[in-house]
């Protein structure tokens, strides 16, 4: 597929080289819960121009081929994208960066940005997906070196739906495509005291059951709760809250 080399260009100038051993420790959390909990994760280093791909989901073989670890160092996440999507992709992928650069969230590291895309492979197999791209791990000038894409189902129809997510302010941005910018007014819908609890203990391997009790809510009212948790994230499973929970420094 001839697209635009949209992930591994020269717009990123790192000021300094990224230590790879807290790159190692970092990746193997990434990959073993990966693998742990059956999803396919994409983690980039921007700086080597490559892509690791933690691929254990096996309703999404139609598009990764066979479950376990794989290293590309070509650009990998750009031939998968559905060609009719390519600009899309490609105007996505370029306001991520530019919020990055122009610090849009004024110093604020704990965000990430979700939309949704339709990825396919010659095999003819296309579906749409939701990613959920955290910029995770920075060089020394806070500079992105180190991205994570969450790879999830979704019922959009349509591709784009572009937002960015800042975590521990509890807010997020939508992506206006007309303007071509981020609305500068935040839109308040994140993660109540009760939700972030709820995480916490499903991380340490809490049963609802268990959850519920700790919570102080009865069974029902806490899968009301996690419900409700899944759509302020815009994900569809305990695992998949979690990942970015732990990620964006909301639970140890």
Not at 189 to 212: F, N, P, Q
Request: glycine share 6%; hydrophobic share 40%.
């Amino acid at each position: 597929m001839d697209t635009p080399s949209i992930l591994y260009d020269q717009l990123i100038n790192f000021g300094s080289v990224p230590n790879y051993n807290e790159f190692t420790r970092r990746s193997n959390v990434i990959h073993s819960f990966a693998r742990a909990t059956q999803t396919t994760d994409l983690l980039v280093d921007h700086f080597k121009k490559c892509t690791w791909l933690y691929h254990y989901n096996p309703g999404y073989a139609g598009i990764f081929g066979n479950l376990g670890c794989k290293l590309y160092t070509d650009n990998y996440i750009d031939a998968l994208v559905f060609p009719e999507d390519t600009g899309l992709f490609t105007q996505i992928i370029s306001a991520i960066k530019d919020c990055i650069r122009n610090d849009f969230l004024k110093g604020d590291r704990y965000y990430y940005f979700s939309f949704d895309i339709r990825l396919g492979m010659s095999r003819g197999e296309t579906r749409m997906y939701s990613l959920k791209v955290i910029p995770f791990m920075f060089t020394s000038d806070l500079t992105p070196w180190i991205s994570v894409y969450y790879i999830g189902p979704t019922k959009k129809l349509f591709p784009g739906n572009l937002i960015l997510h800042a975590s521990r302010q509890n807010v997020f941005f939508n992506f206006n495509v007309v303007e071509n910018q981020f609305n500068t007014r935040p839109i308040m819908c994140r993660l109540s005291d009760v939700e972030r609890k709820i995480l916490s203990l499903a991380a340490e391997g809490l049963t609802e059951s268990e959850i519920a009790e700790n919570v102080g809510v009865p069974l029902s009212n806490l899968k009301n709760q996690k419900t409700k948790l899944f759509n302020r994230l815009s994900v569809s499973s305990i695992s998949a809250a979690i990942a970015l929970a732990y990620n964006q420094g909301l639970i140890d």
